[in-house]
């Protein structure tokens, strides 16, 4: 699965003032990170904020994506939930042809066992047309998907590629790192391991911050698979600020701020989240105005 090394962003879905889909502002944001060196893009992932979206609004959402990449760069599609038949029946019926891979969650809110995980991910793969990259991000589904769950799944199930690792710790990266299959890939989920993540093996990121500032971040990013760690480093943390910056209001909120800063689209989120704060916008527009200067 070459096409998922490197530089990966999970959309957001853009909304107008009134909260309907911006469909302009998702072309303008898609052909700014092709643009701007971004290796692939995840429709409808968690920052795309799916759970508040209709079934017509996310098949719009495809729809736009897949029509204005025209091919260019690889595509993932969020498929995933807590209802593991739901899961698979969308699987079946989805129109995947457009997508290279599909990007499936751990359950949340159930709270499952390791083995209830195992099965769910085993009735995904059986289910799916595509490969599919795991999902663990235990900040948000209330339960850790341990290493030896995920080393499990990679080597019994070879449609099973790759997991988007998001427990913030590098000790289980790097326990899946040492005992996962030779070709199943680490892809960190986490903007602040990503790079620690790709230097210990891992193979790129699937990022909120690489949307926003798309050529710096895909640059930290390739010397980091290059293993120039000190050049990575030195512009990781120009970076640094700015990834704690949009997460400290819950995303998408912040990353959307940039967004407007950027004139690509308005801050709007759907309830239950809440747009960015003037206060953080404040900030975050400070540092955006200054960084840019300094790249001029």
Do not use: W
């Not at 799916?128 to 995920?150: A, C, D, E």
């Not at 099973?160 to 690792?165: D, F, L, M, Q, S």
């Not at 710790?169 to 199943?184: E, G, N």
């Amino acid at each position: 699965m070459k096409e998922l090394v490197g530089t990966g962003v999970a959309l957001v879905t853009p909304f107008k003032e009134d909260l309907s889909v911006d469909v302009t502002a998702l072309k303008n944001i898609v052909e700014y990170n092709i643009a701007n060196g971004i290796n692939y893009l995840v429709v409808l992932g968690t920052t795309g904020e799916p759970a508040t979206l209709t079934e017509e609004e996310k098949q719009l959402v495809i729809d736009t994506v897949v029509k204005v990449n025209a091919g260019r760069l690889p595509l993932v599609l969020g498929v995933g939930g807590n209802n593991t038949m739901a899961v698979v029946a969308e699987l079946k019926s989805r129109d995947l042809s457009n997508f290279v891979a599909v990007l499936s969650v751990s359950p949340y809110y159930n709270k499952p066992t390791q083995e209830g995980i195992y099965q769910h991910f085993k009735a995904i793969s059986l289910a799916s047309p595509k490969p599919v990259i795991l999902y663990n991000v235990p900040g948000r589904t209330g339960s850790n998907m341990l290493p030896s769950t995920t080393v499990r799944l990679a080597k019994d199930f070879s449609n099973i590629v790759a997991i988007k690792e998001a427990c913030g710790d590098m000790v289980q990266i790097l326990s899946i790192v040492k005992d996962k299959p030779k070709d199943f890939m680490v892809i960190s989920g986490d903007d602040f391991t990503a790079l620690s993540t790709v230097l210990a093996g891992g193979s790129g990121v699937i990022s909120v911050i690489g949307q926003g500032i798309p050529a710096e971040f895909s640059k930290v990013i390739s010397l980091g698979l290059e293993n120039n760690a000190a050049e990575a480093h030195l512009l990781y943390n120009t970076l640094h600020d700015v990834i704690d910056y949009i997460f400290k209001e819950g995303n998408p909120a912040g990353i959307k701020a940039i967004y407007q800063n950027l004139g690509l689209a308005t801050a709007k989120v759907r309830l239950p989240l809440l747009e960015a704060t003037p206060e953080l916008k404040s900030t975050i527009n400070t540092f955006m105005n200054s960084f840019n200067k300094q790249l001029a």
